[in-house]
């Protein structure tokens, strides 16, 4: 059974999000603020943390950098009234992994649950699945069907990142950061090559494709579940 932290002052809505959760079959811990949920987290184990934004003490952009300055990798998802572009802007610079506003539809809610929930089960076993095409982190190599690619590590470790973030656009020199440690100063031309080069190799995939965002970076789109 997962075990699912929802961090919310106000109590009706803390009272209906355990109703909801429970009844679909997750283990469910309540906290009023930022520094109570850190408290549960000292004690317990958190598959994932359904988060509110404005509360007292210790507010949800808060309690999710802190998080994730310490190494968290727990899926979090915002669940807030705040509605502005700039306010989800800031939760996902924050760390956030998914944002909803206030008031939810349930049935969405679960549903994104459960993908965040299965994207971190894959993440934490170090193999991401896409239709026929498994990535192993550990091998380096790229599956499919009985095709099998083993990569540089380099151009592993890029697609392997643009592909655990869908639709999320990387900004060459975020890249740049994460893959290569900012050892080289030609960042247009070190990730443009190696790009290239993952096109190339996997352009006859129909299950994701990478796409260049002029003049800001990259970012990986999933044709499939």
């Not at 919310?8 to 959760?21: F, H, S, T």
């Not at 643009?162 to 070190?190: A, C, K, Y």
Request: glycine share 4%; hydrophobic share 40%.
């Amino acid at each position: 059974m997962f075990q699912l932290l929802v961090v919310e002052d106000d109590k009706n809505q803390a009272r209906l999000m355990n109703a909801i959760l429970s009844h679909a079959g997750y283990k469910v811990y309540l906290a009023a603020d930022g520094n109570a949920a850190l408290n549960v987290l000292d004690k317990q184990h958190i598959d994932l943390i359904v988060l509110d934004v404005m509360m007292p003490v210790m507010d949800g952009y808060e309690l999710t950098e802190i998080l994730r300055s310490n190494g968290s990798m727990i899926p979090i998802l915002m669940v807030t009234a705040k509605q502005l572009s700039s306010d989800k802007i800031k939760g996902f610079q924050a760390g956030t992994d998914d944002y909803m506003i206030k008031p939810v539809d349930e049935d969405e809610m679960l549903w994104r649950i459960k993908a965040l929930l299965r994207r971190s089960q894959a993440i934490s076993e170090r193999k991401l699945k896409i239709g026929e095409v498994v990535l192993d982190y550990d091998a380096l190599t790229v599956t499919r069907g009985e095709e099998k690619q083993t990569l540089p590590q380099k151009e592993f470790y890029l697609l392997y990142k643009l592909l655990s973030n869908p639709d999320h656009i990387f900004t060459r020199l975020q890249l740049m950061d994460e893959i290569w440690g900012m050892e080289s100063e030609t960042v247009d031309t070190t990730v443009n090559v190696h790009i290239t080069r993952l096109r190339k190799r996997f352009d006859t995939y129909p299950e994701f494709d990478i796409v260049a965002i002029r003049g800001v970076g990259y970012k990986a789109v999933k044709n499939i579940e």
